[in-house]
């Protein structure tokens, strides 16, 4: 049958409203646009185009989902009719959002911002993703759709998107898993993440078993040292460059601080002398390898007003309240600059919380403020989101 004769049954078809007709037109119509069939001219392709587009939305969804199936797969179906079935219901645009390489990403974008959930979901079980629709699908904060993106080995994700989807991690516990199992989380990002993580399960494990934080904090610390020191399998760096980080252990004035405790034992004499001479990078230094705290949490220690955390780190390292007055009124010194002395008041106020505080329970929170920054922010995190979920339970 020359083409001719086709077209002329398909104009007849195209007069029968009956199922059978549509279905069988749909099917007549798919094999004219496939490969495998007679190549149409042009006008002849324009013309089955023009029927099928002024059709398609009278037919049933039965008769759309046949044809949307027939031409996912199709190379040279026609972009307009292709977009139209994109737009359709879900149950009719599933196989085209899936499945189809005539849909471009200017228009998946689209879809993705205009249409239903749904649609979103189809999108990210593509064979191939580019960075602007995933950009554009993170965007959306779905989290069901996310995940499932996350899940698509061949989505292609751009370092600030996975920087923003590792960030929301710490909230949504569903992203953890797919993250850790993707093959193109940068270094830095696959570190913090690990802090999320174990920070997550960290909570679990104490709602369900008898063990001690710190224990805990311990044991979780270590693994996430070791699987970050695994990308750099040279030489381990030493305890105190661990805690300083990377910043820290080139910072000359840290390597002096360094040297100084290594030569001798820091202790609270030395530092209020460097403290007295104004040297203050030199006692920052000197303080944080005394009390094993990492900027910036140290200098919120050292300068935050009414000096209670102060207090307490000095306690910890059982510094001598002879001693903690100096360093205390030092620090409100260069808190509050020359010209402003210390109030005697908060003084006061700072040396009686210091003899009040129980020595253990100091050192139980001075071991949680010397943990690494990511693993420490983690924690408390996620601490605070489940305490706000203790607080106001989701309604049912």
């Known amino acids: ?40 001219s042009q006008h002849e392709r324009t013309m089955m185009i023009q029927i099928l587009e002024k059709l398609i939305r009278d037919f049933e969804m039965s008769v759309r989902h046949a044809l949307a199936e027939r031409l996912a797969e199709e190379p040279k179906a026609p972009t307009a009719l292709i977009s139209i079935l994109a737009n359709d219901e879900i149950e009719v645009a599933r196989p085209v959002l899936m499945r189809s390489d005539v849909l471009r990403d200017h228009e998946l974008i689209e879809i993705v911002r205009n249409r239903t959930r749904q649609h979103r979901l189809a999108i990210t079980l593509r064979r191939d993703l580019s960075e602007s629709l995933t950009e554009a699908i993170a965007e959306n904060g779905e989290e069901d ?25 710490r909230q949504v516990d569903s992203f953890q898993e797919p993250l850790v199992g993707r093959r193109d989380l940068s270094g830095p990002l696959a570190k913090r993440l690990m802090g999320y993580v174990s920070a997550a399960l960290r909570v679990r494990i104490l709602e369900q078993y008898d063990i001690g934080e710190n224990d805990l904090d311990d044991a979780l610390e270590h693994i996430i040292q070791d699987l970050s020191t695994e990308e750099e399998p040279a030489v381990r760096r030493p305890k105190c460059e661990q805690f300083m980080g990377a910043a820290g252990s080139k910072d000359p004035v840290w390597k002096l601080a ?21 040297e203050i990078a030199l006692f920052e230094a000197l303080f944080g390898e005394f009390s094993r705290i990492h900027p910036p949490r140290l200098q919120h220690i050292l300068y935050e007003e009414g000096g209670r955390s102060l207090a307490v780190v000095c306690r910890a390292l059982n510094v001598e309240k002879a001693n903690f007055a100096p360093i205390f009124l030092l620090t409100r010194k260069e808190r509050n600059g020359e010209t402003q002395p210390a109030d005697p008041r908060e003084l006061s106020r700072a040396l009686s919380f210091f003899s009040d505080i129980h020595v253990e329970a100091a050192r139980q929170v001075l071991r949680r403020w010397q943990r690494t920054p990511d693993y420490l922010n983690a924690v408390e995190t996620i601490e605070a989101s489940y305490n706000c979920r203790q607080k106001n339970p989701p309604k049912k």
């Open 1 to 40: 049958m020359s083409n001719e004769d086709q077209i002329r049954d398909l104009l007849t078809l195209a007069r029968d409203t009956s199922i059978t007709a549509r279905t069988r037109l749909v099917e007549e119509i798919a094999d004219l646009f496939s490969e495998r069939e007679t190549v149409l």
């Open 145 to 169: 759709v996310i995940r499932s993106l996350l899940c698509n080995a061949n989505a292609r994700i751009s370092e600030a998107t996975m920087e923003y989807l590792v960030d929301q991690a």
């Open 258 to 278: 360094r040297s100084i405790s290594e030569e001798r034992k820091i202790d609270a004499p030395l530092i209020i002398k460097v403290l007295r001479r104004g």
